[in-house]
Structure formats: structure tokens, C-alpha cells
């Protein structure tokens, strides 16, 4: 079992930055693929990125790349997502997972087998 929980969601104007993380809880995180996807009120929860187990790749959606940067610190069981740039469309609740790293999938929301609760965050126009 994997417990994920996520902190650093606020409130932040247009073009400023926030930083979310992911605290793991339980053995192996390194065998596990991160993830943070999120949810806009009234929408699927979509793909945001992943990063592979070992940190080797990382995977964006095309409206953040060059603005989101995740990585991730085994020794600590976290996951990271620099946020800059922001914008009120990225405004959502953001959702942390982990899947088990077999090398595929990684956009794939129900391939992830856990999941935290969720950190809203908000942007102001």
C-alpha cells in the first residue's frame, strides 16, 4: 500500500508560481512512476505529468510544458511540481499518483493505482 498526500495548493495571481509536493508513505517508492493530474470544476480529471521511477524521463501536457517542472527525491518519498507561469486555466484541484513502473501508461489515469486527495489550487486573472 502507498499513501500519498499533497500540500503547497493555494491561491496566486496570473503569471506567478507555486510549488506542490507529494509525500509517500509505505516501502518501494522508487518502483513507482509520479504522476499529478487535475481537475477542473465541471471536467475529467486530465494528465498533467509523470515522472519515471528512476527520474530518468518526465512527461508534460502540451499546455504546461516550458512552465511545470516535476521531479522527485527517493531518498525523501516526494514528488515536486514547480508551477510558474500560472495562468487562471490551470486553475483545479491537483491529484498526486503513483503507479508501478513497467514503462507505459504513463498517460493513462486509470493505470495508476494510487492516488492522494487532492490540493486545490487557484489563479487569479
Known amino acids: 500500500q502507498v499513501q500519498l498526500v499533497e500540500s503547497g495548493g493555494g491561491l496566486v495571481q496570473a503569471g506567478g508560481s507555486l510549488k506542490l509536493s507529494c509525500a509517500a508513505s509505505?516501502?518501494?517508492?522508487?518502483?513507482?512512476?509520479m504522476g499529478w493530474f487535475r481537475q477542473a470544476p465541471g471536467k475529467e480529471r486530465e494528465f498533467v505529468t509523470t515522472i519515471t521511477r528512476s527520474a530518468t524521463h518526465t512527461y508534460y501536457t502540451d499546455s504546461v510544458k516550458g512552465r511545470f517542472t516535476i521531479s522527485r527525491d527517493n531518498a525523501k518519498n516526494t514528488v515536486y511540481l514547480q508551477m510558474n507561469s500560472l495562468k487562471p486555466e490551470d486553475t483545479a484541484v491537483y491529484y498526486c499518483?503513483?503507479?508501478?513502473?513497467?514503462?507505459?501508461?504513463?498517460?493513462?489515469?486509470?493505470?495508476?493505482?494510487?492516488w492522494g486527495q487532492g490540493t486545490q489550487v487557484t489563479v487569479s486573472s
Open positions: 499518483a503513483a503507479k508501478l513502473d513497467s514503462g507505459g501508461g504513463y498517460y493513462t489515469r486509470g493505470t495508476y493505482d494510487y
Open positions: 509505505g516501502r518501494a517508492f522508487s518502483s513507482y512512476a
